[in-house]
């Protein structure tokens, strides 16, 4: 991975926490992630006119990828009704990464170098810790809870590799992303639609301002991480963006004046140590 890409992943885990804070507004949390992805097919717009429309093959990527995003905003809504949430998003962002790095080896034939290896471990082994012994008073996972999160993780690999090879086979990461982002927009329409109705849509509607700056900063952060697949594993990239957990900290630290226990110290030195050993890699 060169330095380029590595400080621009980087950069892209630091949107990724930014918004994911920024999303709290008056809304629950399916109307929140409507709301982000309206936002993120908005900002693809005014980018469609200026990049190629894709082939039939990038297509089924793009259909594939929209039915996993769906998958994984579903389950991570379940996983947020049936247990802490401080503890369910970490795990299932935590496991994540390591089932990308699986499902590249045998599916993409990409092995990490043993060092990159010891970064994906040493990222995912923080970002649990994190999750575990990071707050303040975390309730013992529930089956329910545990098997959302799990299968949020798995919805999470299957668009990390189907993102990265889509990108891979399309003219440019720009012209799959910003078709991504607008089909997966038009998607979540038809689905807030079927499962709330209209009185979902007004309701997001009053919160537009929020959708077009939360969906701007993660379409940028995602873009980001689909360009970066072009150029460098994507077990690698999957697992450097993890590092978000670590700017979301700094942030509930800096910002929001939350206490910085031994734990979350931990965890972040851990973390730390697995962002050297991928740039050493």
Same mark, same amino acid.
């Given at each position: 991975?060169? =330095?380029? %890409?590595?400080?621009? %992943?980087?950069?892209?885990?630091?949107?990724?926490?930014?918004?994911?804070?920024?999303?709290?507004?008056?809304?629950?949390?399916?109307?929140?992630?409507?709301?982000?992805?309206?936002?993120?097919?908005?900002?693809?717009? =005014?980018?469609?006119?200026?990049?190629?429309? =894709?082939?039939?093959?990038?297509?089924?990527?793009?259909?594939?990828?929209?039915?996993?995003?769906?998958?994984?905003?579903?389950?991570?809504?379940?996983?947020?009704?049936?247990?802490?949430?401080?503890?369910?998003?970490?795990?299932?962002?935590?496991?994540?990464?390591?089932?990308?790095?699986?499902?590249?080896?045998?599916?993409?034939?990409?092995?990490?170098?043993?060092?990159?290896?010891?970064?994906?471990?040493?990222?995912?082994?923080?970002?649990?810790?994190?999750?575990?012994?990071?707050?303040?008073?975390?309730?013992?996972?529930?089956?329910?809870?545990?098997?959302?999160?799990?299968?949020?993780?798995?919805?999470?690999?299957?668009?990390?590799?189907?993102?990265?090879?889509?990108?891979?086979?399309?003219?440019?990461?720009?012209?799959?992303?910003?078709?991504?982002?607008?089909?997966?927009?038009?998607?979540?329409?038809?689905?807030?639609?079927?499962?709330?109705?209209?009185?979902?849509?007004?309701?997001?509607?009053?919160?537009?301002?929020?959708?077009?700056?939360?969906?701007?900063?993660?379409?940028?952060?995602?873009?980001?991480?689909?360009?970066?697949?072009?150029?460098?594993?994507?077990?690698?990239?999957?697992?450097?963006?993890?590092?978000?957990?670590?700017?979301?900290?700094?942030?509930?630290?800096?910002?929001?004046?939350?206490?910085?226990?031994?734990?979350?110290?931990?965890?972040?030195?851990?973390?730390?140590?697995?962002?050297?050993?991928?740039?050493?890699?």
């Amino acid at each position: 991975m060169t =330095p380029a %890409v590595f400080l621009a %992943v980087l950069a892209a885990a630091a949107m990724h926490a930014s918004w994911n804070a920024m999303i709290k507004v008056r809304l629950d949390r399916f109307a929140s992630v409507t709301l982000m992805t309206f936002g993120m097919a908005a900002a693809a717009l =005014p980018v469609l006119p200026f990049v190629d429309v =894709p082939d039939a093959e990038v297509w089924l990527w793009i259909a594939i990828s929209v039915f996993c995003h769906m998958g994984y905003k579903l389950c991570l809504i379940k996983a947020y009704e049936a247990g802490d949430l401080a503890q369910t998003y970490p795990l299932a962002r935590g496991t994540a990464p390591l089932l990308t790095t699986i499902g590249g080896v045998f599916l993409l034939s990409e092995i990490p170098q043993p060092l990159a290896l010891a970064g994906i471990v040493l990222l995912c082994a923080g970002t649990l810790l994190m999750s575990f012994r990071g707050g303040r008073h975390l309730e013992r996972l529930n089956t329910g809870a545990v098997g959302y999160a799990l299968a949020t993780s798995v919805f999470i690999a299957g668009y990390t590799l189907t993102d990265g090879s889509g990108a891979r086979l399309a003219e440019s990461a720009s012209s799959y992303a910003a078709w991504l982002f607008l089909c997966d927009g038009l998607w979540s329409l038809v689905l807030c639609l079927i499962l709330r109705g209209r009185g979902t849509l007004a309701a997001v509607a009053g919160e537009w301002k929020m959708g077009l700056l939360t969906g701007a900063l993660s379409a940028a952060a995602y873009w980001i991480a689909m360009w970066a697949m072009t150029k460098a594993p994507i077990a690698s990239v999957a697992a450097l963006r993890e590092t978000s957990i670590l700017f979301a900290m700094m942030i509930s630290v800096v910002v929001l004046g939350e206490k910085l226990t031994r734990w979350r110290i931990t965890a972040a030195l851990t973390i730390v140590a697995g962002v050297v050993a991928m740039r050493l890699a």
